[in-house]
Structures are given as C-alpha cells and as structure tokens.
C-alpha cells in the first residue's frame, strides 16, 4: 500500500483515482459504510427500480470546466435542470425567490424594477450581515424572509439565525426574472446510469482496493508507518474530540412507496412553515423524466427531518456558529502538527462543500501536495 484513503465520498474516490491513474500507486481506501460513495449514493429501489439517492437529492452542477471534463470521464449526464417550490400557509411558491416568488406572494403584477424597489425598502433595516438573518433580511426583506427562510432555517439548523454564518443563505440566488432554476452554474445535470454507476467507475482501477464495512479507527495500528493518509471523516473525530466537539446537523429519511405515478408532481418541495415537522420531501422519479421503465402506478418519496448529530449520528451539516468557529481553529492547529495525513471533503474540513467543490479541492490536493510528494520518490 501506498496511500491509505479514509472514506469513499467524492473526495476520497478523486483522490484514490487520480493517485492510481497518474501515478501508479496503490490506494487502500477504507470506508465505514456497506457502500461506497459516501452522501452521493444512490441505488435502485427494489420495489420499483426506481434510483433513490440514499441520502436526499444530489444534484450535480459546476461552473468549474476542469471539473466537469473529470466527471464526464466517469458518466454521461443528462440535461435535468432543478427546480424547487415551497408550500408556505397553504400555497405554493417557487424557490429560490424569483419575480414570480415576489409577485403571488404580494398578489401584485410587478416590472422588475418596481420588484427591487418594493424590496429594497423592506430590507432598509440595520442588521447585521455577518449572521444568516441579516444577510437574508438585506437579500429580501423582512416578509420574505420571514415567510420562506425564518422557519424553514430554524427546522434546518436548530439554531438562532443570528448566530449562523451569512455564507449558508449566500447560497440561494435572488431573482427580478421568472427564472426559477434552483442553480446559476455554467453546467449541470445527473449522471445518466446513476450516481451508483458513477462512483463504481471511479474506483475501478486494478491499484485501488476499497475495504466497505471498515471503520478507520479500528484499524488505525495496522497503516504502515510512512504511509501517507488522506482523511475525510469527521476533524474532531480524528483528533478524539480532544478540542471538544464540532457542531454537526444529521438527517433522518423517511422513504415510503406510494401507490400513484405522480405525488407531487416535481423533484423537491420544501415546506417553509413551522406545523410541518419535515423540511422537504423529495420524490425521486422526477429526476429521471427521460427514463421510461418507471412504473406509472407507483412512485418513491423520502420526507427529509433534520436534528443536531450525537456522536453515534451521521454528521451531514457543519453548523459552524462562532463557537465551532473557534474550536475549529484549535484543530486546524493540530492537523499542522501531521505532515503524513491530509485532511479533506466535507467532514475533514468541516466545510459545506457541495460535489464538485468536493472534487475540485481533492484535484488541487493531488496537484499541490500529492503529485510533489510522490513524483519525487517515484523518480528516486
Ligand atoms: P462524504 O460524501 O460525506 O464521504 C465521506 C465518507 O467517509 C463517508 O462515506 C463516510 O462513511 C466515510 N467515513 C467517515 N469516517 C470514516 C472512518 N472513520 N472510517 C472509514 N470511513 C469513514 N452536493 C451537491 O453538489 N449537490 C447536492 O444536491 C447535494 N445535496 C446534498 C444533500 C445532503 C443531505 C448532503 C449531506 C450533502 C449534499 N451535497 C450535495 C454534498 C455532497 O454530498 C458532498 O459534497 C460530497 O458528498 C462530499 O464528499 P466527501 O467525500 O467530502 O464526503
Ligand atoms: N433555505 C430556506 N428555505 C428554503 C430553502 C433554503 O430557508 O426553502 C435556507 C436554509 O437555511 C438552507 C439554506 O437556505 O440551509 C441553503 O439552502 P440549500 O438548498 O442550499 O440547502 P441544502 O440543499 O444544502 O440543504
């Protein structure tokens, strides 16, 4: 063995395929769960072959060329284009907000300026644009925010939006068109045989061995001293919480078949309001509308709850208030302190990565810190 992977996600498999490929060596990559893939997983569902994503809807997108040239290395993808709406006191609206989002929530035809004058005098209010609240209030306004974001964000994360960072709302564009994609990027789409198919591709190399159904931890005496690591679990974890404990958000999915073609008639909707315990509910069918051996009496759908994560939790979401900030700080120090292992993905970095960040940041991980290292002992 040559390098030793901890966990299977995109950035574990970018690694372990691009140090097999480019440079011939051997990866070991460990990975906790019975699959590999780590949240992009999907799977057929047995009952109606239908693709569910184990772990709520991926959608794929990227502005970045060099990421999307890897990707297609590995699967074709289809032109899905996502789009999301939210029921919020007994309507439906498109979200992200957009002209139409605007319009039949002020019941109002409005031009587009006559939109951006309406909210920029709702938003004349001082707050602070650091924390999630102020940056949503300054993007939208008070009514808007607190009809679409207020309660979806406290189910969401639990936590007071003033103490949670300005970067997680950043992520939801805000329109003065009609257009409702849910993405701005350059490309996107999904996988055409699936995010499965994807990944298995990815790690089928005669270099890269994956060992499923094996927790790092329990083997850790067993790596061959010298043996470089690339780390993509939890940060506190790898430390033995010895800073104390980051903040995670996990996930409960309740995934139900139903006796209809059509629940919902799209991919996602949110639920903004309070009464409804769940955040969204996805319904997976609709993701592949090109794909025609789907039954037309059944469909699958998974209702999406969200809680803080306990250590025997999966964590999904970095909550990253100011005190994770400051833990997090204290541990970036202590990973300093390992030269032979890299830190990396969305738990090693305790970062909200999306896929292809994910996997742009393991390319320049294997550009500016692998490739150095290894091409000088290969060419030794
Ligand atoms: P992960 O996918 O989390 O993989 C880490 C792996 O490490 C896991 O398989 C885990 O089991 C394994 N592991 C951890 N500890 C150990 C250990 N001790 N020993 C062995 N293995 C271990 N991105 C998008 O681009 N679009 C989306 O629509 C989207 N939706 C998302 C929805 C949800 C609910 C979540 C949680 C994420 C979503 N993402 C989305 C983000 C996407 O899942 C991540 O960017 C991507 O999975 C990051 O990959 P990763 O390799 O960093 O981490
Ligand atoms: N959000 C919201 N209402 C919505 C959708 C999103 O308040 O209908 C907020 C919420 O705080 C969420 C953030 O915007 O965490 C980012 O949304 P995104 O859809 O990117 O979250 P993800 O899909 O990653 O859970």
Redesign the pocket.
């Known amino acids: 063995m040559d390098l030793l992977v901890?966990?299977?996600?995109?950035?574990?498999l970018t690694i372990a395929e691009r140090c097999a490929a480019e440079l011939g060596l051997r990866v070991t990559v460990?990975?906790?769960?019975s699959h590999i893939g780590?949240?992009?997983y999907s799977e057929a569902d047995p009952e109606t072959g239908i693709e569910v994503h184990r772990?709520?809807?991926?959608?794929?997108?990227t502005s970045n060329d060099r990421v999307w040239t890897y990707v297609n290395r590995f699967t074709e993808f289809s032109d899905y284009q996502h789009r999301v709406y939210t029921v919020h006191g007994g309507k439906i609206y498109s979200m992200p907000i957009n002209l139409g989002t605007i319009c039949s929530f002020f019941g109002r035809v409005l031009a587009p300026d006559e939109a951006r004058a309406l909210i920029r005098e709702q938003a004349a209010e001082t707050a602070d644009p650091h924390t999630l609240e102020g940056k949503a209030v300054s993007m939208i306004g008070r009514p808007l925010y607190e009809a679409f974001i207020r309660h979806y964000t406290a189910k969401q994360w639990q936590t007071d939006p003033r103490d949670l960072p300005a970067e997680i709302i950043g992520r939801l564009p805000v329109r003065y068109t009609f257009d409702g994609r849910y993405f701005s990027d350059t490309y996107e789409g999904l996988p055409k045989d699936g995010y499965g198919a994807w990944l298995r591709n990815m790690a089928d190399h005669p270099n890269i061995e994956v060992r499923l159904d094996?927790?790092?931890?329990e083997h850790r005496k067993e790596v061959p001293p010298g043996v470089p690591i690339v780390y993509?679990?939890?940060l506190d974890r790898y430390f033995d919480y010895a800073e104390g404990e980051l903040g995670w958000r996990t996930?409960d999915f309740q995934t139900e078949v139903r006796a209809t073609g059509d629940f919902q008639g799209t991919s996602v909707v949110n639920y903004a309001d309070p009464d409804v315990p769940f955040t969204r509910i996805h319904e997976f069918r609709h993701l592949h509308p090109e794909r025609d051996h789907y039954p037309a009496d059944k469909t699958v759908i998974m209702r999406e709850f969200s809680r803080f994560a306990e250590r025997s939790d999966e964590p999904?979401?970095p909550i990253n208030s100011r005190n994770d900030r400051k833990i997090l700080s204290r541990y970036r120090e202590l990973a300093r302190s390992e030269p032979d292992v890299f830190f990396g993905?969305?738990?090693g970095t305790y970062k909200y990565?999306?896929?292809?960040?994910?996997i742009g940041s393991a390319l320049s991980l294997f550009d500016n810190h692998l490739l150095p290292r290894f091409a000088t002992r290969l060419r030794s």
């Open positions: 901890v966990g299977s996600g995109l950035f574990g460990l990975e906790r769960r780590g949240n992009a772990y709520g809807s991926h959608l794929f997108h094996t927790d790092f931890f993509t679990g939890p996930l999904y979401y993905g969305r738990l990565l999306d896929m292809h960040m994910a």
